[in-house]
Nanobody
Framework: QVRLVESGGGLAQAGGPLNLSCAAS????????GGWFRQAPGKEREFVAA????????HYADSVKGRFSISRDNAKNTMYLQMNNLKPEDTAVYYC??????????????????WGQGTQVTVSS
């Protein structure tokens, strides 16, 4: 069992930055693929970014490519999402997860993953 806790959400201006963190309770987090998802009001949860256990091979949704950067520090059991050039449409609750199944495929359902409780990101125009 891995407990994940997101932090760093809040209110940001359009065009500005915001950095999220995801702290894991167990060292075994380093054996999982780490992912970030988001869910806006009235919309389905969507994939944002993911990173392999080693910190390589990042994957991004087309909507955030070039603006968001995912990274992890396994020594600190922590994963990060650096968000730049934020847009109002980035407003959502952001969740981190840990899974042995790659989350960037369209049929990914997340049922086998550990999930955080989410952190709200609001981008004002």
């Amino acid at each position: 069992q891995v407990r994940l806790v997101e932090s760093g959400g809040g209110l940001a201006q359009a065009g500005g930055p915001l950095n999220l963190s995801c702290a894991a309770s167990e060292r075994t987090f380093e054996t999982y693929i780490g992912g970030w998802f988001r869910q806006a009001p009235g919309k389905e949860r969507e994939f944002v970014a993911a990173i392999s256990w080693s910190g390589g091979r990042p994957h991004y949704a087309d909507s955030v490519k070039g603006r968001f950067s995912i990274s992890r520090d396994n020594a600190k059991n922590t994963m990060y999402l650096q968000m730049n050039n934020l847009k109002p449409e980035d407003t959502a609750v952001y969740y981190c997860n840990a899974d042995s199944i790659p989350p960037w495929y369209n049929d990914y359902d997340g049922r086998s993953a550990f999930w955080g409780q989410g952190t709200q990101v609001t981008v004002s125009s």
